[in-house]
Nanobody, 119 residues
Framework: QVQPVESGGGLVQAGGSLRLSCATS????????MGWYRQAPGNRRELVAR???????NYANSAKGRFTISRDNAKNTVYLQMNSLKPEDTAVYYC?????????????WGQGTQVTVSS
């Protein structure tokens, strides 16, 4: 069973920083794309940042210049460094990974980690 597990969320004041991690365990041949999404109450889940197996990144406009996504392939882990946090960044943050297995490619979601930014 493949399971991504997020960590690193919490409560931080506006202007502060947090680093989220998402480690994926289970029967994995390799991981293709990895991404971070977030969902605030009453809102749709939205892409924050994404990184391909080759290291190509893309960011939501709201994250550009403040957030950095990176990955450690040896650890099957993706990170999200969040700086200059704003109250509007408050949400549950989820990671999604696209796993390559002998039978095909499959996407898995983590359970989410809460990020709360106080003003």
């Amino acid at each position: 069973q493949v399971q991504p597990v997020e960590s690193g969320g919490g409560l931080v004041q506006a202007g502060g920083s947090l680093r989220l991690s998402c480690a994926t365990s289970g029967s994995i041949f390799s991981i293709n794309a990895m991404g971070w999404y977030r969902q605030a109450p009453g809102n749709r889940r939205e892409l924050v940042a994404r990184i391909t197996a080759g290291g190509i990144t893309n960011y939501a406009n709201s994250a550009k210049g403040r957030f950095t996504i990176s990955r450690d392939n040896a650890k099957n882990t993706v990170y999200l460094q969040m700086n200059s946090l704003k109250p509007e960044d408050t949400a549950v943050y989820y990671c999604k990974v696209r796993v390559i297995s002998p039978t095909g490619q499959y996407e898995y979601w983590g359970q989410g980690t809460q990020v709360t930014v106080s003003s």
